[in-house]
């Protein structure tokens, strides 16, 4: 048996650290107050996984003057791809930062909020995971710096036998939802059945549903149940982290 987990929303609660630093980089570069709430809407109504990708989104809908659910309809046939974003930043008239000033703003304020994290997954169910499956894994898309200073802090390496991250992804059209994460994470772990994904997001689901589509296998999506993602359907559902002794 192979257990994998996402990080953000699955282990670890990153409400008060990535979703803070979203606003913080969307209002550093836009110059106007927003509202994180229509922010995260934005997120995850068009399933941006990466909270750069997030706050870049975050600046069009700002910059555009557009009402939220206004921005939403004029968005949906740009939200397909990062280089989409681009391309409604010029139809709109929107400059957008270099995205590396970007990331660089953000990862700034990422460090600031990054201690009001907390855990998710009790230490002692993950080690009863770690004892039950032949292999534990991560595949996330934090970048490695982010995932090493949680990982330490909250001492979480002793559970995990592989881990994937951003910085091993080589270009952003193969992050999740691409399956190309999943088939990294197997090319150094043998694959054996069963194998659960525990994610929160359509990424998540998606990367799992493109992998086993375009590989002829069975991993199972355990869906990590939050207020933001109730409209995602799964086979398997937590609502708190013991349930997956059950499912296991």
């Known amino acids: 048996m192979i257990v994998i987990f996402d990080v953000d929303g699955v282990l670890l609660d ?70 989409d974003f681009y391309k409604f930043a010029v139809v709109y008239g929107v400059k957008l930062p270099e995205y590396e000033n970007l990331v660089e703003y953000f990862e700034n304020r990422y460090k600031i909020h990054r201690d009001k994290e907390e855990l998710i997954f009790p230490k002692e169910v993950l080690k009863q995971i770690k004892e039950k499956a032949d292999y534990t894994g991560v595949i996330t898309g934090r970048p490695f710096e982010d995932l090493d200073y949680s990982f330490k802090k909250f001492d979480l390496y002793r559970y995990f036998d592989q881990i994937i991250t951003e910085d091993n992804i080589p270009e952003a059209h193969l992050r999740k939802p691409s399956s190309y994460p999943m088939k ?59 349930e997956i002794k059950e499912i296991l």
């Open 184 to 242: 990294l994470f197997f090319e150094k772990i043998p694959y054996k059945n069963p194998v659960y994904y525990i994610g929160d997001t359509k990424a998540d689901k998606l990367m799992v549903e493109n992998f086993n589509n375009e590989e002829n296998k069975n991993v199972k999506f355990i869906l990590n149940q939050t207020l933001h993602n109730k409209d995602i359907k799964a086979n398997l559902v937590l609502t708190k982290p013991e």
């Open 14 to 83: 990153v409400s008060k650290s990535y979703h803070f630093s979203i606003k913080d980089t969307v209002e550093f570069f836009t110059g106007k107050k927003t509202s994180l709430e229509e922010l995260l809407d934005i997120k995850f109504t068009f399933n941006i996984n990466n909270d750069w990708d997030a706050s870049i989104a975050g600046i069009l809908y700002v910059q555009s003057g557009l009402l939220l659910e206004d921005f939403k309809d004029e968005f949906k046939k740009f939200s397909s791809s990062l280089e």
